[in-house]
Structure formats: C-alpha cells, structure tokens
C-alpha cells in the first residue's frame, strides 16, 4: 500500500498508473492524511478478502470422461482449448489432453480466476505455466496459444499477475 506524499502535482496520473492507494499534495491537512489511510485500509482489507477466497478455493474438481468421473487438479492444467460442445484440457505429466463434453463458460467457473484467463474464444491459459508472451501468442513451454483480438486487455491483467 503506498500513499505518495509530494510538493509536486506534475507527477498524480503517473502515480496512480503505478497503482498507488492515494496521492497527498503538501501541504496535506491531518484530515486528508486519515482518509488516506483509511483508503489503503480499505484496499488491504479487501486484498485480503481475496486471498482467503481464493485459499478456500479446492484444488480439484471432477469432470465427465468417457462414462466416469475423473478428477482434475486445478493446478495442473497447462491450457484448455474450446472445439464446438468440447473441451481439450491439456495437463502436465500427460501426453494426450483430456476430452470432455463443456462450454468454456462452465469450465470457468469451475477454475480460480485469479490463475486462469480466456485469451481466445477458443483458448483458457493458467497464468502460472506461462514461459512468455508477445502481443499475438502466450507459450506455455514450447506451445503456442493464440491470443484472440478481442481479449488482448486481457495481456495486461496477466502481466499485472506477474508471470
């Protein structure tokens, strides 16, 4: 959390691209200082929040295979390619990908938001097997995903995260 304290206006947009809580200009009155912090209070205890949402999250959830109920650990899967009503889901220690008839919608909300993005109509990547990216593909190892025009914001976010 930081508040940047400055004598300098010039500088307020570029903070807040950096992400800070709040901008104070000096001189600041000890009022404007207290709603500060409770502005960053406010974004601590809401980061917070998500992070114990996001360790009740399980680590696993079933699918339909071919007449059973397999389990899927959230964790390994590398990427999950759409093709019409099915899923490709691609995970490490498997040579062949795991086929199961569902919408990319319904996968997502199975998966953890905070590692999984959609990057195509047809593409979900989970944000901690990426290698690298450029602005038309995300490798994950030596595997190319194309990255759909309409989710190119989408590169932000992932950056964001830090890969």
């Known amino acids: 959390m930081i508040i940047l304290t400055t004598a300098y206006q010039d500088y307020a947009l570029e903070a807040f691209e950096h992400r800070v809580v709040d901008y104070l200009l000096k001189p600041f009155a000890l009022s404007r200082f207290v709603v500060a912090c409770n502005r960053a209070k406010d974004e601590f205890d809401l980061r917070k929040q998500k992070t114990n949402i996001d360790n009740d999250t399980p ?7 071919e007449y059973k109920l397999v389990k899927i650990e959230w964790r390994k899967i590398h990427y999950v390619q759409g093709l019409k ?5 691609y995970l490490e220690n498997h040579t062949q990908p795991i086929m199961t008839r569902m919408s990319m919608k319904s996968i997502m909300d199975k998966l953890p938001a905070r590692y999984f993005f959609r990057i195509h109509k047809s593409y979900i990547i ?3 097997k990426v290698s690298s990216l450029n602005k038309n593909f ?5 595997i190319e995903v194309p ?3 309409s989710y190119k914001d989408n590169l932000s976010r992932i950056i964001d995260q830090g890969i």
Request: zero cysteines; aromatic letters at 18%; hydrophobic letters at 50%.
């Open 59 to 65: 680590d696993h959830f079933f699918l339909h295979v």
């Open 85 to 89: 009503d099915y899923l490709k889901i």
């Open 126 to 128: 989970n944000i901690s």
């Open 138 to 142: 995300i490798f994950i190892d030596n």
């Open 147 to 149: 990255v759909g025009e």
